[in-house]
Nanobody, 120 residues
Framework: QVQLVESGGGLVQPGGSLRLSCRTS????????MFWARQTPRKDLEWVSA????????YYPETVKGRFTVSRDNAKNTVNLQMNSLKPEDTAVYFC?????????????WGQGTQVTVSS
């Protein structure tokens, strides 16, 4: 079955950095875009990155552009999110997301999430 397992969250001071990883299995990783999203303490869900199958095109919202960098390792079925210059408003649970294509349709999968807390 499809599994997405995030790791790398934690407590960091403002201006600090964290690197999140998402290890995947159960689907053809190389054929699917991958996404990161976050859920804030107010329960708002915000998409924070997208990366294409080859890892050559990445997309970010303005709130994280220039600070976050998404990458993927297709040999290891892993997607990473490097987060720099972190701000208190980046505090959230971060989720890895895949929309997997089946002949019967598209199914959305999420990891369990990893908590990122930015605080002094």
């Amino acid at each position: 079955q499809v599994q997405l397992v995030e790791s790398g969250g934690g407590l960091v001071q403002p201006g600090g950095s964290l690197r999140l990883s998402c290890r995947t299995s159960g689907f053809t990783f190389t054929k699917h875009w991958m996404f990161w999203a976050r859920q804030t303490p107010r329960k708002d869900l915000e998409w924070v990155s997208a990366i294409n199958t080859g890892g050559t095109n990445m997309y970010y919202p303005e709130t994280v552009k220039g600070r976050f960098t998404v990458s993927r390792d297709n040999a290891k079925n892993t997607v990473n999110l490097q987060m720099n210059s972190l701000k208190p408003e980046d505090t959230a649970v971060y989720f890895c997301n895949a929309e997997v294509n089946y002949t019967s349709g598209i199914k959305n999968y999420w990891g369990q999430g990893t908590q990122v807390t930015v605080s002094s």
